[in-house]
């Protein structure tokens, strides 16, 4: 994870938006800005609308919630917490992802063949190793992949996918059929 600058602890849920994208502390500033934003334009543009002891609690509560929020960030980012840390950092399938997704394809292969032998019927880790297989040019070991992944309970949330590989894996095939007056 992408450590925050210290300046991201200024405003209240930053440093925990910069590091983790977390959508509590996406609430967390927007919220804020809306109380700042509501207390400086009852302060200085409709100052007659708002009565002063709602102005001053404003105020305190921009106050309080600043003050809160910066401790909280300065110490998480101190201390090395990461509050909203994504879920599955050490889990094999996101790390035979993620070794994918950079290429790593004997990586993921690995991994993805140890979530496999813990749990057969991971469709998730089926597809994509199907999906790296056809990649790296196991086209054999791919479309047999495939087939028993369209038998497993839970495949129909990848049906798409799953046709998708399928129709990429006969392409080639069709192509080079043709080229081969077949």
């Known amino acids: 994870m992408r450590k925050a600058p210290w300046v991201t602890c200024v405003w209240p849920g930053l440093p925990q938006l910069w590091t983790h994208g977390s959508w509590s502390a996406l609430a967390l500033a927007v919220a804020f800005t809306i109380l700042l934003n509501g207390a400086l334009v009852s ?3 409709w100052t007659e609308l708002i009565s002063p002891a709602l102005i001053s609690a404003a105020w305190l509560g921009v106050a309080c919630v600043w003050i809160v929020s910066a401790a909280v960030s300065a110490w998480q980012l101190a201390a090395g917490v990461h509050g909203g840390e994504p879920e599955g950092r ?3 399938f996101v790390a035979a992802r993620d070794e994918y997704l950079k290429g790593k394809w004997l990586e993921a292969e690995v991994l993805l ?3 496999l032998r813990r749990n057969p019927g991971d469709v998730d880790a089926q597809l994509l190793l199907a999906t790296m297989l056809r ?3 196991r086209r054999e070991e791919a479309y047999r992949r495939l087939r028993e992944l369209k038998r497993l309970d839970g495949a129909e949330k990848w ?3 799953i046709h998708h590989e399928l129709e990429r894996l006969r392409r080639p095939a069709q192509a080079a ?3 081969h007056g077949e």
Request: hydrophobic fraction near 30%.
């Open 113 to 115: 063949d140890g979530v």
């Open 159 to 161: 049906n798409n996918e």
């Open 90 to 92: 050490d889990d094999p």
């Open 135 to 137: 990649r790296s040019g």
């Open 177 to 179: 059929a043709v080229t």
């Open 43 to 45: 302060s200085f543009v």
